[in-house]
C-alpha cells in the first residue's frame, strides 16, 4: 500500500477499510483511550460507522487524508495511528497533531519520531502555517512528546465534555508551534 510518510523507524499510510480490526482492538484499550474517553469500550458499529469514515476524508487544502495508520517501518505491524488534521477544512494554515498509538509502541519514542516528521511535511510540504496540539492537563506523557517535537505551551481551557474523565478536573492544555518558530530552530 502505499505511504504518506516514512521516518527511520515509522511508516505511515492512509487508512482503508481492512483496518477496522486495528481500530477496534485499539480503541478498546482501556489504557490507549484513558485521556481520550476515559477508557470506555467502543463497538465495532462505533468504529465502522463513525470512527473509520472520519480516518478516510480526504482534505482537499492539504490534497490528501489528516488521519494515517502508524506502522513500524521493517515489520509492518500496526502501532496505532497520526493525526494532523486541518482545523479548517478549506485551509492548511492550521492543523491538529494527535497521534494514538498501542501500549506496544508507548516509551519507544514512535510519537515524538512520527510528530517531528508530520510537522516538518506540514511547514516544508503542505502550506501549514501553525501546528497545534491538545491533552488533558494530567497526561504527562503526550505533553512530553508535544515538547519534544518543538511545540511550546500556549494556555489551559476548560469544556464541557459529555462524559467526564478523570482527572479532567484540570483542564486541557493546548500547545503550538508556528512555521517562523519551527525555521528558526533549523
Known amino acids: 500500500m502505499p505511504f504518506f510518510l516514512a521516518t527511520d523507524r515509522l511508516t505511515l499510510r492512509p487508512f ?4 477496522v480490526d486495528h481500530l477496534f482492538d ?6 490507549v483511550m484513558r485521556f481520550i474517553n476515559g477508557g470506555r469500550p467502543t463497538t465495532r458499529e462505533t468504529v465502522e460507522a463513525e470512527s473509520l469514515p472520519r480516518f478516510l476524508r480526504h482534505y482537499p487544502c492539504i490534497d490528501n487524508r489528516g488521519c494515517w495508520a502508524a506502522e513500524e517501518g521493517t515489520t509492518g505491524e500496526f502501532l496505532g495511528w497520526f493525526e494532523f488534521r486541518p482545523r479548517d477544512d478549506h485551509s492548511a ?5 494527535g497521534y494514538p498509538l498501542g501500549r506496544g509502541a508507548w516509551g519507544r519514542g514512535y510519537a515524538t519520531e512520527g510528530s517531528i516528521a508530520l510537522i516538518r511535511k506540514g511547514f516544508t510540504e503542505l502550506g501549514v502555517e501553525r501546528v497545534t496540539a491538545n491533552t488533558i ?4 506523557r503526550s505533553r512530553r512528546v508535544m515538547e519534544k517535537a518543538g511545540l511550546s505551551y500556549v494556555r489551559t481551557f476548560f469544556e464541557e465534555w ?21 525555521a528558526r530552530t533549523r
Open 16 to 19: 482503508s477499510e481492512a483496518d
Open 26 to 31: 485499539l480503541d478498546n484499550d482501556p489504557e
Open 93 to 97: 494554515a492550521v492543523v491538529e497533531l
Open 137 to 140: 492537563t494530567v497526561n504527562a
Open 162 to 182: 459529555p462524559e467526564t474523565i478523570e482527572g479532567s478536573e484540570g483542564g486541557d492544555v493546548e500547545y503550538a508551534l508556528t512555521r517562523a518558530d519551527w
